[in-house]
Structure formats: structure tokens, C-alpha cells
């Protein structure tokens, strides 16, 4: 009998803690949904439409994905600025409308058989604009979240987002094997139903009043603050490792060890499932330790799966890697922009969370470049191209290590210190800080 009452106890404490958050945290979680459901749905087929279906070399297909990408970094920082000074929700939902019908447009180019750089350019575009909802949607969610519960925020919201990882790629592996065109207008659709719920649901969260006063933009005043200049070069890498499981992943598991389409997705889903079943759990598990010892811990989880993908030639292997991998994933992701968002107070948590995502793009979309250079040099050698990548994690590794004083990781529970507003944390640099 007592085994079922701890365990009806613990439910019940979990749905308590579920439900202190703010109903608008609950309107995002629905959004990322809706929004990632889309867009992983036609992005994780999207170079293999190119390369299989164009015949587009695939570093160049890595090529034209990261310069596309590249494009939309400027954006996300001055979305960052824009949305302290103009608002969070009209660069939530205005982008989210306008992306939807440029998916619509560029599935009509592929029923039309139009040249490939149309459908680049729309990319590119696409990508803006995903980048301004990013830094707006970072900002709202800090805005409406006490400091010491940002890491669990940003958790349920990446459960949400990978709720829809989980679904897209499934739905886009099957609809791919039908028609690539398909996979872009549900992409738009799902972009369209997102902004719909941002309209309804997500209420502003900063005062006219408020934002006229911030000071004047100043871009270069985030690359000043040791602590995120530390925290963004030991991010930047990982980031770069992490963005290996899109495209060169999809290409070396299809083309290389033949897996199909479908399969593929399998393990995107495994990826996105995991994900919503663990992140919320870990991360109030990890409020007891030290942040630094989650962004170690990933890097070296990160490595690992890595080289288990070096080694797997069957699905089951394949599978084995990815839930190392999701692992890592679960104890990096809300950390580390945990991390960002405490390190600034309300009148400049925009322009932080934006240079963070601008971080955050510029790896994402040099990895694809990297994975396809690795596959073009290393043909028929995984071991060389999955331990370069295994090899960049354990460098994050040590970036976060030896650096973990300045950007606040030896402070214990992700939040801010005792004897700390959330305002002068932007200042702080704990050297020598031993944690609570």
C-alpha cells in the first residue's frame, strides 16, 4: 500500500508543480508545437529532395543550407533589440503569418519544377523570419517566469518543440515517399495555426511605458559580459555538434548505410518522444546540481552517441546512439539558455537572448557545411567523420570546465544567487564561487 501512496503523491506534487507556471507559458508551449510539427516535418527531407531529387552535390547542398541560415542570424539579434523595445507578441505572430505563406509559395515552385535556388531563396526567408520569432518567443518566456524556474520553463516549452519533432519527421518521411511539395504546404499550414494561437493566446508583456526608456542600441554591449562570452564559445561548439543529426545525419544513414526515408524518420521521432517523456523531469532534477556539470555531461554524452553512429549499420543501432544523444541534448538545451537569461535584467533580456540565438543560428547553420565537407572528404570512412564530430564535444567540454566561473556554472539550482537581483547578475563575474 505505501508504494502507491509515494507514487500518488509524487503525481500529485508533479501536478502541482505543473501548474504554478503562467497559462501564457502553456499558449508558447502550444505555438512550438504547432511550429516545429511543420517545419522539422520538410527541413529534415529538405537536402535530401536536393541532392537525391536536383542532383545537387551535397556540399554544396551544405553550402547553400548554411548561407541560408547564416542570413537570418543578423535578424535574430536585432529581434533580440526589437522586441525590448516594441513588444514580445507582434514579432511572435507577424513573422509566424508571413512564414506560413512563403512554405505555401515554396511548395508551388516544387510542383512547378522551379530552379533550386528559388526554393534556397525561400528558405532563406523562411529562416528570417523563424529567427525573429525565436528571439521574441525567448524574451516572453523569461518575462513571464520567476528566474529560479527558467530552466524547467524553458524545458516544457522544448517538450512542446519536440512533441512536434516527434510527429513531423514521422508525417514527412511517409508524405516525402508521395510528394515533396505536400511536405510544404503542411509546413505552412502548421506555421499559419501557430500564429493563430499566438493571437488568441499570448498577451503582451511589456509596458509602453517601459520600453521607452530603454537606452539606445547598444549591439556590442553582450560581447563585453565575460560570463556570455564564455558561456557562447563552449555553446557555439556544441551547437555546431549538435546540428550534425539534420542533414549529414539524414544523408550518411540513407545513402551510407541504407537506411530508408521512413527509417530516418523513426529516429527523429525517437529523438523528439524521449525528449517530451525526460526534459521536464531532468530538469527539476537538476536544479540540485551545479550548471556546469549538466553542459560537461552533455558534451561527453554528445561524443559518445557520435561514435556509437560511427559504428551502427542496423536501425537498432542507430536507435542506441540517438537516445544517448537525446540525453545530452535534455541536460544542454534549457541549461544553457537558463543561463543566458539570468545574466540579464528585463530592460536588456531581449538583446541577450537574441545574441544567444544568433550564437545559436551561426553554428546551426555552419554544421550542415561542416557534416557535408566530412562526408565529401571522408568517403566510406565514418570513424573519421563521426570522431571529428565526437572530438568537437569533448573541446565543448573543456571550454565549459575551464571556464565555468565566468559564466556563473558553479552556482548550484540554476538561478540566481542568494544576495543577488536578477538585474546585477548582468555584472557579475563569481570567480572562485564554490556554489550554495
Not at 536536383?54 to 556540399?59: E, S
Not at 509559395?105 to 523562411?126: D, E, F, Q, R
Not at 512533441?163 to 516525402?176: H, M
Not at 546540428?243 to 541504407?258: A, D, F, K
Request: net charge positive; with cysteine.
Amino acid at each position: 500500500m505505501m508504494p502507491a501512496v509515494s507514487a500518488r503523491a509524487a503525481l500529485e506534487n508533479y501536478v502541482r508543480q505543473l501548474r504554478k507556471h503562467d497559462p501564457r507559458l502553456w499558449a508558447l508551449v502550444a505555438l512550438q508545437f504547432a511550429t516545429v510539427a511543420g517545419f522539422s516535418a520538410s527541413m529534415a527531407f529538405f537536402a535530401l529532395y536536393l541532392h537525391g531529387e536536383r542532383g545537387v552535390p551535397m556540399a554544396r547542398v551544405g553550402l547553400l543550407i548554411m548561407i541560408a541560415s547564416l542570413a537570418s542570424a543578423p535578424a535574430q539579434a536585432l529581434a533580440g533589440e526589437w522586441s525590448d523595445r516594441l513588444g514580445r507578441r507582434p514579432l511572435i505572430i507577424t513573422p509566424l503569418a508571413i512564414r506560413g505563406l512563403v512554405f505555401f509559395g515554396m511548395s508551388a515552385l516544387i510542383l512547378i519544377h522551379a530552379p533550386y535556388l528559388a526554393l534556397v531563396a525561400g528558405l532563406l526567408l523562411a529562416r528570417v523570419l523563424g529567427a525573429v520569432f525565436l528571439a521574441a518567443a525567448d524574451a516572453f518566456l523569461a518575462d513571464v517566469t520567476p528566474p529560479a524556474d527558467r530552466v524547467e520553463a524553458y524545458s516544457l516549452v522544448r517538450t512542446g518543440g519536440n512533441l512536434g519533432w516527434a510527429a513531423g519527421p514521422a508525417i514527412g518521411g511517409i508524405a516525402a515517399e508521395h510528394s515533396y511539395a505536400l511536405l510544404f504546404a503542411l509546413t505552412g499550414l502548421s506555421s499559419l495555426a501557430a500564429a493563430a494561437i499566438g493571437w488568441r493566446w499570448l498577451q503582451e508583456t511589456r509596458r509602453r511605458e517601459a520600453a521607452a526608456h530603454i537606452r539606445r542600441v547598444d549591439v556590442l554591449a553582450v560581447w563585453r559580459h565575460r560570463g556570455f562570452v564564455s558561456l557562447a564559445t563552449a555553446t557555439f561548439i556544441l551547437f555546431l555538434v549538435m546540428g550534425q543529426m539534420i542533414v549529414p545525419l539524414s544523408v550518411y544513414s540513407t545513402e551510407w548505410r541504407g537506411l530508408s526515408k521512413v527509417q530516418f524518420g523513426y529516429l527523429c521521432s525517437t529523438n523528439g518522444l524521449l525528449v517530451v517523456l525526460i526534459q521536464h523531469p531532468i530538469s527539476l532534477f537538476l536544479r540540485r546540481f551545479r550548471p556546469a556539470i549538466a553542459l560537461i555531461g552533455a558534451s561527453f554524452l554528445y561524443a559518445a552517441s557520435y561514435l556509437g553512429i560511427a559504428r551502427a549499420t542496423s536501425l537498432g543501432a542507430f536507435e542506441a546512439a540517438i537516445v544517448v544523444m537525446t540525453l545530452g541534448e535534455v541536460l544542454f538545451v534549457p541549461t544553457a539558455v537558463g543561463l543566458v537569461s539570468r545574466m540579464a535584467s528585463q530592460d536588456d533580456r531581449g538583446r541577450f537572448l537574441g545574441a544567444y540565438g544568433l550564437v545559436r543560428i551561426v553554428a546551426w547553420s555552419t554544421a550542415p557545411w561542416l557534416g557535408g565537407q566530412l562526408l565529401d572528404e571522408f568517403s566510406a570512412r565514418p570513424f573519421a567523420v563521426w570522431g571529428t564530430v565526437a572530438g568537437l564535444a569533448l573541446l565543448a567540454a573543456v571550454v565549459y570546465s575551464t571556464t565555468a566561473p565566468l559564466y556563473g556554472g558553479l552556482i548550484a539550482g540554476n538561478r540566481v544567487p542568494p544576495g543577488a537581483s536578477e538585474s546585477t547578475m548582468a555584472e557579475a563575474t563569481p570567480a572562485g564561487t564554490s556554489g550554495d
